[in-house]
């Protein structure tokens, strides 16, 4: 047994910080790989060049965030206290041994003061993942997109209730309309009244209770929302709705509410993608709406959509045994009955209904309909023909192995970023700073990602230099 001398623990010794850091440090790494330059040019406007005492380096303190999230560590006063003692997060700041670290409070009156209010973290993303195209690493010629839900800094016990209306407003009902009234007209319908429209000369509508809903609210941070799925635990929490590329590159991500669904989210995301020009978008099935559809087919993109089981009741008929004659505009059903068009409703449904006397007396009305008038109703969307597109798609040959990517990519880079960057829950309160801590995040995905494959070529390439010149050596002799 071998007893450790503890008493030299004051010895002097001339080391410098270039030595204490490891080679193969991940900070090391990214410090050679990402330029963060660019920091300056973003926040210029942000400082003044004559007045004022002088502050501290923009890129130290926007370094310091970057080591918190790189590492996953809890709190900014925990990042300085990390800061302190590590000697690599301090040649990372370019801070000696004996400079003094920056409070943890310094970086929250600056974010107050200067950054509150911009998109500098979403800029600080986008200029890192241009740093990641210009080495031709990211390929977004398809891109793979969903959300994952962050736990909020909110006491599911302290919120309030408040009246909302049912329906909120959705990005395609202009649009929906138009093509609702316009369906109506060709059946030799009346075009329906817009309920919102206000007429001058009429009174405003007065407030129906019955097209109101209670919605909880959290009293700590209001901008979250009530998120319940499956097994999880009611909590209040964030959707983060992101894209990849089949790399794992992150591409864009868009911060919203925990109760939204994601097919309400999507165009956020979308408008940031579509300037990539992606040729094909690939989503599970909360996107699987004929909306969402059609908006990537008129664009030129292939949409790429999972089987989507018929949540039809046990024992009765699914609606694929319901035949949709094109031709005639109706549907025939399994006892060869004829369902015609009735109505399109408000929601952009055709209805198609039977005739009651001949399902009174059919075999198969068990299996039918439950109704009281003895009257099935089957509906089809006025854009259904793009969702036929969609199916189409995916019966074609490849389309089930590029679908299968999403658990290696997108599923993948949001299983990292929770277990090891603290993405699980947030301590920051309000969408604007939970924006600023996934922006973050995820621009430190893309640097780690970056900096071990540059590392990687580059001792790739030393090796085979040194082999081609003990080779070149051995020929001479």
């Not at 500098?120 to 993303?125: K, R, Y």
């Not at 409703?345 to 003895?374: A, F, L, M, W």
Request: proline share 4%; hydrophobic share 30%.
């Amino acid at each position: 047994m071998i007893t450790k001398n503890t008493s030299n623990k004051e010895q002097i010794q001339m080391v410098s910080l270039e030595q204490l850091v490891p080679k193969d440090h991940i900070l090391r790494k990214i410090d050679d790989t990402i330029d963060f330059s660019f920091i300056y040019d973003l926040v210029e406007d942000k400082y003044s060049s004559d007045t004022g005492r002088p502050s501290i380096d923009p890129v130290i303190l926007i370094k310091i965030p970057i080591i918190q999230y790189m590492f996953g560590i809890k709190s900014m006063r925990q990042t300085i206290r990390e800061i302190e003692v590590n000697v690599a997060y301090r040649w990372f700041l370019g801070l000696d041994f004996f400079d003094p670290v920056p409070h943890f409070s310094t970086f929250g009156k600056n974010y107050k003061r200067r950054f509150e209010g911009t998109d500098l973290f979403e800029q600080i993303f986008s200029n890192v993942l241009m740093q990641c195209m210009n080495k031709n690493l990211v390929d977004t010629s398809t891109v793979f997109v969903d959300s994952t839900h962050v736990k909020a800094a909110a006491n599911r016990k302290k919120a309030k209730k408040i009246l909302v209306a049912k329906k909120a407003a959705r990005f395609y009902d202009d649009q929906l309309s138009k093509e609702i009234n316009s369906d109506r007209e060709k059946h030799g319908k009346k075009s329906l009244k817009d309920k919102n429209k206000d007429d001058d000369d009429v009174d405003p509508p007065s407030i129906d209770c019955s097209e109101l809903k209670e919605k909880k609210v959290s009293t700590t941070d209001p901008e979250s929302g009530w998120f319940h799925k499956g097994e999880h635990k009611e909590v209040f929490a964030y959707a983060i709705e992101a894209a990849c590329d089949k790399h794992g590159w992150l591409l864009g991500y868009t911060v919203h509410p925990g109760n939204e669904h994601d097919s309400k989210t999507f165009p956020a995301i979308y408008e940031k993608i579509k300037k990539l020009k992606p040729e094909i978008i690939v989503a599970d099935a909360g996107y699987k709406t004929p909306a969402i559809a059609r908006m990537l087919i008129d664009d030129g993109i292939r949409p790429i959509f999972p089987y989507k089981a018929p949540m039809t009741k046990k024992g009765f008929f699914r609606k694929y045994e319901y035949v949709y004659d094109e031709y005639y505009d109706c549907y025939i059903c399994p006892n060869n009955k004829i369902l015609k068009y009735s109505t399109t409703n408000r929601d952009g449904y055709r209805e198609y209904k039977s005739n009651p006397v001949n399902c009174s007396s059919c075999p198969y009305i068990s299996q039918c309909t439950q109704s009281k008038n003895h009257q099935k109703v089957v509906t089809r969307h006025v854009w259904q023909e793009y969702m036929d597109i969609c199916e189409d798609i995916r019966h074609t040959r490849g389309t089930k192995s590029i679908y299968d990517l999403r658990k290696e990519t997108i599923e993948r880079v949001f299983g990292v970023a929770k277990e090891n960057h603290s993405m699980r829950y947030t301590q920051q309160i309000g969408k604007e700073k939970m924006a600023m801590k996934i922006g973050l995040t995820f621009a430190c995905l893309n640097m780690k990602k970056l900096a071990k494959i540059l590392t990687k070529k580059s001792k790739k390439h030393c090796d085979f230099s040194t082999i081609f010149s003990f080779f070149r050596l051995s020929f001479s002799f």
